[in-house]
């Protein structure tokens, strides 16, 4: 079957080629491109790199897409159609000859090239090698031998700055007998006046140093370097900058005019205001500089994102002022003033939300919110919330489980401190961002209609962090669970009863213990072509209870105040990787694993806990809980099998080609593969184990999806059918089931 597709690949981009042609005008062909053939007389360790740097200066570049180019020149016949006009719209290109290409200015880009990366006095010949209706371009190169460094020294003066300069050169990666590299002689001055900003030197910058060479002490292709201080720098740049005063603006609005403020001095900062807005102690650790420090960028920039993140403020100012200097200063003075400007104390926020969970419920939800920012003149904030939500499993009508239906009553109050409650003062410790402890707790009421309704209290102490610009960890040292099951319907009960798997994981009320994220998350850096994002998450709950807790004479489990708690270890991990390819289109790997440990006082897993596949968010050609655990079916697809299909473990794998269409409208093609299993086997659940055969177990979908992504916010319908069941025994075809396609509306990316 992969043979045929090939074949078909291979069909398409002859068929394609050959259309392409017969549009090529008589006296031109297609520039294909250009290649480099280097010879030398001796060996050149990097020859790829030096083909790499090359192949940046050739322009035009040819035509990338051949299907694009088609459609360019069915457009512009005049009778392309509606398809072509929109691939041509996405993907058209404007066709590139070979006269398009200036041969002589090439090779004089490419000499310039080689005499950059040292190879002074090579030479280049050119040859145009032509096929049927295209052509591309050889380049011969004879590679002249490089230039070597022998020496690297600093034109020295009696200016303290020289002084500074000469330390730095230690740290130099520049190094004896390297070649000559333009590119890394512009990253050293850099790096230079790095150095020299943060020992004080506020007004230098690289362009006041320049490189020279002498190649007159040798005959052998050496040379030495030499760095010196333009002639015409700045006085002012060849001074270090201490802070002679620092102050802070804690409640910066456009009607303070500081006439009659408070000012109280910590640390070598000044904190100035009106009336008590924030308090000095609590601010102060967020600052890196003081009085009297040497200027440098890196803590004013630091000490900026600090202060940003302190959900007190809307916008972080800092100014500096050159005091004079005079011919008998040694050292510069800069007066430092830090403006913060804060957000509402007080905000009340109505939300009305259409959710569309993994789970499969989608409904309305209505949301409360009252926010106090400042609490305790800390930088504190408080935020509780009220909602009221309805949802119902429209998509479970397959599986007869209508009757999921649910009705959804909470408050939760959450109070975030900008700093760590900690015994002990480690806030040293973090240089990038000062971890914050969050408080939280909150009651919910669940009615799942025709079934149960749960009443469930759960509170979390944890602290949160940015370690640096990708990682960022969550960690709750408490993190307590604990649910009530009541009004239990016959119709469940006798779900439970038939059930001994899913009736355990319902017993135990009470879930505490510890929860860790770490998330490395490149997506936000838009320098990045080709981003990764991994999350992993760590859940072990019982332990601490369990040295705590009483044995029960009749069920032989323990129990904290009568309350029986579970006992588990669960981790999982989430890792993508996105190649990012020019008109907004993204290639998204991703692979998904999780695993479950029940142990001591649990048999299972906490239904809550569980793994479960299928459904939008996860493989999109079956319904949620409809996969597994391993092969098992159930006899009747009734409201009881929606509990079943749960297990300890999960795999995932998906492929996702996104691609725009036209303005907010964005189109992807989709593969993705999966399923759950238990650890241990259930008689309950035939078919449900682990085994080394669960690759024949996965099941796989295929399909295409439509989105609308307007700002971030998305709407999403996806098609997908069956490619693979797990039901199916290993030697059952793998076939593209068309006919059982099923739609998938949600809120979001499905990652």
């Keep these: 079957m992969k043979r045929n597709y090939f074949l078909l690949l291979f069909f398409v981009i002859v068929l394609y080629s050959c259309s392409v042609k017969r549009f090529i005008p008589e006296n031109e062909t297609l520039y294909e491109g250009a290649t480099f053939k280097i010879e030398s007389k001796e060996e050149i360790a990097d020859d790829q790199a030096i083909k790499e740097a090359l192949q940046e200066v050739l322009r035009p570049q040819p035509n990338s897409s051949k299907l694009g180019l088609l459609a360019h020149y069915k457009v512009e016949t005049g009778k392309p159609g509606f398809i ?27 000499l310039n090239r080689l005499e950059n990366l040292g190879f002074f006095y090579s030479s280049v010949t050119s040859e145009i090698i032509k096929n049927d209706k295209t052509s591309e371009v050889v380049y011969t190169i004879q590679l002249a031998k490089p230039y070597t460094m022998e020496t690297y020294q600093l034109a020295a003066d009696t200016l303290s700055i020289h002084k500074e300069i000469q330390k730095t050169l230690d740290q130099s990666f520049i190094k004896k007998g390297e070649r ?3 590119a890394r002689l512009k990253v050293e001055r850099e790096r230079i006046d790095a150095d020299l ?13 320049i490189f020279e060479i002498d190649t007159n002490q040798y005959k052998n292709k050496r040379f030495d370097l030499f760095l010196r201080l333009k002639k015409n720098t700045p006085i002012k740049a060849l001074f270090a900058y201490k802070l002679k005063t620092v102050n802070i603006y804690p409640n910066t609005s456009v009607n303070n005019d500081y006439k009659h403020a408070d000012t109280t001095t910590m640390k070598g900062v000044n904190f100035i205001q009106d009336t ?56 510069g003075y800069l007066n430092t003033s830090v403006y913060l400007s804060p957000l509402n104390k007080r905000a009340l926020s109505a939300e009305l939300q259409a959710n569309a969970k993994s789970s499969g419920f989608t409904g309305p939800t209505l949301a409360l919110s009252y926010t106090n920012r400042n609490l305790f003149k800390g930088g504190e904030v408080l935020k509780i919330t009220g909602k009221f939500g309805y949802e119902a499993q429209l998509r479970g009508k397959a599986n007869n489980t209508t009757g999921l239906n649910s009705t959804q009553l ?51 102490f944890g602290y949160q962090w940015n370690a640096n610009t990708y990682v960022y960890h969550t960690i709750n040292p408490i993190s307590t669970n604990y649910i009530r099951l009541s009004n239990s319907t016959d119709e469940f009960d006798a779900i439970l009863e038939d059930n001994l798997f899913l009736k355990n ?134 409201i009881s099998s929606f509990f079943d299909r749960s297990g300890d473990i999960r795999l995932e794998a998906n492929v996702e080609y996104r691609f725009p269409l036209y303005s907010y409208f964005k189109g992807a093609f989709f593969v993705d593969a999966g399923n759950v299993w238990l650890r241990n086997e259930n008689s309950e659940l035939p078919g449900g184990k682990f085994t080394k055969n669960f690759m024949n177990e996965l099941a796989i979908g295929a399909g295409a999806g439509l989105r609308v992504d307007i700002q971030g916010f998305v709407l999403r319908l996806d098609w997908a059918a069956p490619v693979h069941a797990p039901v199916q025994n290993e030697t059952s075809k793998y076939t593209f089931d068309a006919g059982n396609g099923i739609f998938n509306f949600a809120i979001g990316y499905p990652f």
């Design 410 to 460: 909470g408050l939760t109050a959450d109070l975030l401190f900008p700093r760590l409650l900690f015994p002990m003062d480690v806030s040293e410790q973090f240089k990038y961002n000062i971890p914050k402890t969050k408080i939280s707790a909150g009651i919910e009421y669940l009615n799942r209609n025709q079934l149960y309704s749960l009443s469930s209290f759960n509170t979390s």
């Design 505 to 638: 994981s319902f017993e135990q009320q009470l879930i505490s213990g510890l929860t860790y994220n770490f998330t490395y998350n490149e997506l936000g850096d838009f320098n990045k072509k080709n981003p990764f994002f991994f999350s992993s998450n760590i859940d072990i709950a019982g332990n601490s209870l369990s040295l705590l807790g009483s044995k029960d004479d009749i069920t032989g489990r323990k129990t904290i105040l009568g309350v029986e708690f579970a006992q588990y270890a669960k981790i999982d991990f989430d890792a993508r990787f996105y190649l990012r390819f020019k008109n907004e289109q993204t290639l998204i790997t991703r692979l998904f694993a999780g695993l479950g440990y029940a142990y001591g006082n649990s048999d299972v897993l906490p239904f809550s806990r569980q793994f479960f596949a299928g459904g939008p968010y996860s493989i999109r050609a079956f319904r949620t809980r409809s996969v597994g655990p391993g092969t098992y079916v159930p006899e009747n697809p009734d």
């Design 180 to 182: 000559f590299n333009l």
């Design 276 to 331: 008590l807005f924030f308090k000095p102690k609590r601010l102060r650790p967020f600052v890196l500089f003081e009085e009297g420090q040497l200027y440098d960028p890196k803590k004013f920039k630091a000490t900026s994102r600090r202060l940003s993140s302190i959900s007190t403020y809307k916008f972080v100012n800092v100014q500096f002022e050159e005091q004079p200097i005079t011919d008998r200063d040694t050292i």
């Design 197 to 209: 900003k943060s020992k004080g030197y506020y007004n230098f910058n690289a362009d006041f140093l």
């Design 84 to 110: 072509y006009r929109f691939i041509d719209k996405r993907l058209g290109e404007e066709p590139v000859y070979q006269s398009d290409v200036d041969i002589s200015n090439t090779e004089n880009l490419i």
